[in-house]
């Protein structure tokens, strides 16, 4: 069964940095594509960024230039550099495997002076 723990979450000052990561387990990691969700109050949940297998990388318009997916294939990991931080990105981040539609608990990120 497929599951997936994110960690790194946390309270960051309007531009500051942070370093989420997402640790996979029972499932063949490589062939998948994997990304970051995230889902602030009162709102939908929404894309931040996606990872294919072959390193193929696609973001929300609102994160370009300030966040970066990157994976550990060996390790079976994937992980979000977020930089530049800003308070409208305070919300629920959550690892996904798009092919099997499999959601991690998600860590919370807060953006706040």
């Known amino acids: 069964q497929a599951q997936l723990e994110e960690s790194g979450g946390g309270l960051v000052q309007p531009g500051g940095s942070l370093r989420l990561s997402c640790a996979a387990s029972?499932?063949?990691?490589?062939?998948?594509?994997l990304g970051w969700y995230r889902q602030a109050p009162g709102k939908q949940r929404e894309l931040v960024a996606t990872?294919?297998?072959?390193?193929?990388?696609n973001y929300a318009e609102s994160v370009k230039g300030r966040f970066t997916i990157s994976r550990d294939n060996a390790n079976q990991k994937i992980f979000l550099q977020m930089d530049s931080l800003k308070p409208e990105d305070t919300a629920v981040y959550y690892c996904?495997?798009?092919?099997?539609?499999?959601w991690g608990q998600g860590t919370q990120v807060t953006v706040s002076s």
């Open positions: 996904y495997v798009v092919q099997t539609n499999t």
């Open positions: 029972g499932i063949s990691f490589y062939w998948y594509t």
């Open positions: 990872i294919t297998n072959a390193l193929g990388t």
